[in-house]
């Protein structure tokens, strides 16, 4: 790749990333790890007239943004697996190519399910916030009551790459595995992944079968609001819920609504609408198990989609086939 190919990245990313950004690309860093207003992003664009673009779910690419970056632009890698940030359409129209990072945090991601599973399951945040004020008293026999995840059924919305690694650390927990999903998997799939799981056909079912819940769709137009009043109405009582997938997929006002009746035992979100300006009422409620995005923050998991999305670029702009893409031009 010539090193006057230009690419400008919106935040700052891993070294090792940027190293190699650096030596491949004329590149336009952002070391302050300034938020590019959209604006600013286009003008920027203007100026620099880069041939790709490499972006994270904080920047949001509307059909207004993609319609006026510069003919420069071949292509946008996205240091996402999730798409939900960039209109696809606007990007195909322009001849665009999208790229994304399938795969690279799957297993972080899917450590951070569990983790959120097991802070709602055992009252992890009640307890972390008693011992830190001088809370905790002596042993309570009857205090931070939770459930065990031995035995439980855990149901799995999306049974994709997250979906299926999650499914799998639960199975070593001892859980028992239903999905429910768009495509049911073959008893082969499932076995190549070592699992075992029993399809439901309709989200219903599952929902009044689970012990808990877990989210691993990605957000569309279908998923919005997927989990809302009816949804909790059907759920099993004093069920788990927990979403690492994304914030929308999810009614704020139905799940803190079933928090306070008793319906939902707990929640574990790692995703949050309107991140990071999130609904306020999560941290008075019952229960709430609340982590800040971290769902793909390991060194692994970061690397991986850095070089994933310069290898996308790489073979985007040198004619090759291109890994990773979710939208061709
Ligand atoms: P994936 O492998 O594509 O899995 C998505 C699953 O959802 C697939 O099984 C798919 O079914 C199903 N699905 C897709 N659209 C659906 C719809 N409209 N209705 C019902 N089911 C649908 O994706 P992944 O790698 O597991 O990632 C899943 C999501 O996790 C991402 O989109 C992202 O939003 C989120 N995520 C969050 C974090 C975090 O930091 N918390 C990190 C990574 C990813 P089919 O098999 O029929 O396609």
């Given at each position: ?16 990333v940027?190293?190699r ?7 336009l ?5 300034h ?80 983790l ?42 999306g ?78 009582p ?24 008793g ?9 949050f ?9 999560y ?5 709430a ?22 290898d ?18």
């Amino acid at each position: 790749m010539s090193s006057n190919t230009r690419l400008l990245i919106t935040r700052r990313l891993p070294e090792p990333v940027e190293e190699r950004a650096k030596h491949e690309f004329d590149v336009l860093l952002n070391p302050s790890d300034h938020q590019y207003a959209s604006a600013d992003l286009v003008a920027a664009c203007e100026n620099f007239e880069p041939s790709a673009l490499l972006v994270t779910p904080t920047e949001r690419l509307d059909e207004a943004f993609i319609r006026q970056l510069p003919g420069s632009v071949k292509i946008i890698a996205s240091y996402s697996v999730g798409l939900d940030h960039i209109d696809l359409a606007a990007a195909k129209k322009r001849s665009i190519v999208v790229s994304h990072t399938p795969g690279a945090l799957t297993s972080a991601t899917a450590d951070i399910a569990i983790l959120c599973l097991l802070g709602a399951a055992r009252h992890a945040y009640r307890a972390q916030q008693d011992l830190r004020h001088g809370q905790w008293k002596r042993w309570d026999p009857t205090g931070y009551i939770g459930v065990e995840l031995d035995g439980a059924v855990l149901g799995i919305v999306g049974m994709g790459r997250i979906g299926r690694a999650t499914a799998m650390r639960a199975q070593a927990f001892g859980m028992e595995v239903r999905y429910w999903n768009r495509t049911t998997l073959s008893q082969a799939q499932l076995k190549a992944k070592g699992l075992s799981a029993t399809p439901c056909e309709r989200l219903e079912e599952l929902l009044a079968v689970s012990d808990a819940v877990s989210l691993h769709v990605p957000y569309t137009p279908e998923t919005h609001h997927l989990i809302d009043a009816d949804a909790i109405n059907a759920i099993k009582p004093e069920a788990l819920l927990i979403n690492t997938a994304r914030g929308s997929i999810v009614d704020d006002e139905a799940i803190l609504e079933g928090l306070k009746r008793g319906k939902l035992a707990g929640i574990g979100f790692d995703v949050f609408d309107g991140e990071p300006d999130f609904n306020q009422a999560y941290l008075d409620a019952p229960n709430a198990y609340l982590l800040p995005h971290i769902g793909s923050a390991t060194n692994q998991a970061r690397n991986k989609m850095g070089m994933m999305a310069l290898d996308s670029i790489e073979a985007a702009l040198s004619g090759n086939p291109i890994p990773n893409t979710a939208c061709s031009s």
